[in-house]
């Protein structure tokens, strides 16, 4: 039985990460958000606990006794804090495995004319997630990074990694292939560690993605 426990849980990799985990009975899952009434139809599913992921001792009480933390944060303005907070609610709680998604062009490793696309549009938001993705390789946990392309809601699993240093020139990805592999992670948690990878689907090279 592994234990995990989702930061975030309502957004929308999180939730179909969530059917993911619901059905398979060797995990037990924890679903950490804001507002607790948003996720209350999964309270026979989930133990569930309200809290701002900003606040170190909020989260510590989530992650005693679990296994994993997958954090799927989306506030650009909060995340560098919250990955402060993050880290020092595993290290109070004596939790090593952390799955944390970040964001496309956090190293500058989109080439050509959709990474000049992918920085005009993302602005700042690839500098705070930077800031982020720092603090978590500079924390001694047990970190996999993941730093989906453009993702789209199409319903199919069909990805590939690149490491960190690598060039990413796939422009999507679906959010059910990320979820899919969040959930590969938490069944297989010595995969990756200390990566940040890359996901992109194989052959959507162009200078944007094709739904924009």
């Given at each position: 039985?592994?234990?995990?426990?989702?930061?975030?849980?309502?957004?929308?990799?999180?939730?179909?990460?969530?059917?993911?985990?619901?059905?398979?009975?060797d995990v037990e899952t924890s679903l950490f958000l804001?507002?607790?009434?948003?996720?209350?139809?999964?309270?026979?599913?989930?133990?569930?606990?309200?809290?701002?992921?900003?606040?170190?001792?909020?989260?510590?009480?989530?992650?005693?006794?679990?296994?994993?933390?997958?954090?799927?944060?989306?506030?650009?303005?909060?995340?560098?804090?919250?990955?402060?907070?993050?880290?020092?609610?595993?290290?109070?709680?004596?939790?090593?495995?952390?799955?944390?998604?970040?964001?496309?062009?956090?190293?500058?490793?989109?080439?050509?004319?959709?990474?000049?696309?992918?920085?005009?549009?993302?602005?700042?938001?690839?500098?705070?997630?930077?800031?982020?993705?720092?603090?978590?390789?500079?924390?001694?946990?047990?970190?996999?990074?993941?730093?989906?392309?453009?993702?789209?809601?199409?319903?199919?699993?069909?990805?590939?990694?690149?490491?960190?240093?690598?060039?990413?020139?796939?422009?999507?990805?679906?959010?059910?292939?990320?979820?899919?592999?969040?959930?590969?992670?938490?069944?297989?948690?010595?995969?990756?560690?200390?990566?940040?990878?890359?996901?992109?689907?194989?052959?959507?090279?162009?200078?944007?993605?094709?739904?924009?």
């Amino acid at each position: 039985m592994v234990k995990v426990v989702v930061l975030g849980a309502h957004g929308q990799v999180a939730q179909i990460a969530e059917r993911f985990l619901f059905a398979d009975k060797d995990v037990e899952t924890s679903l950490f958000l804001r507002n607790a009434k948003r996720m209350e139809d999964k309270k026979n599913q989930a133990t569930i606990f309200e809290g701002s992921a900003t606040d170190a001792a909020q989260l510590e009480k989530a992650m005693k006794g679990q296994d994993i933390v997958y954090a799927n944060l989306g506030s650009k303005d909060d995340i560098d804090i919250e990955a402060e907070a993050i880290i020092e609610a595993m290290k109070n709680a004596r939790v090593k495995r952390l799955i944390w998604i970040s964001t496309l062009g956090i190293y500058d490793e989109v080439p050509g004319k959709f990474g000049e696309w992918n920085k005009e549009t993302l602005g700042d938001y690839i500098t705070e997630y930077a800031k982020a993705a720092k603090r978590i390789e500079e924390s001694g946990l047990d970190y996999t990074i993941i730093r989906p392309t453009w993702m789209n809601n199409k319903d199919e699993v069909d990805y590939e990694k690149s490491k960190k240093g690598e060039p990413i020139k796939d422009t999507e990805v679906s959010r059910k292939s990320v979820a899919a592999y969040v959930y590969h992670l938490i069944k297989n948690p010595k995969e990756d560690v200390g990566e940040s990878i890359g996901l992109g689907k194989p052959g959507t090279e162009g200078d944007k993605p094709g739904w924009y």
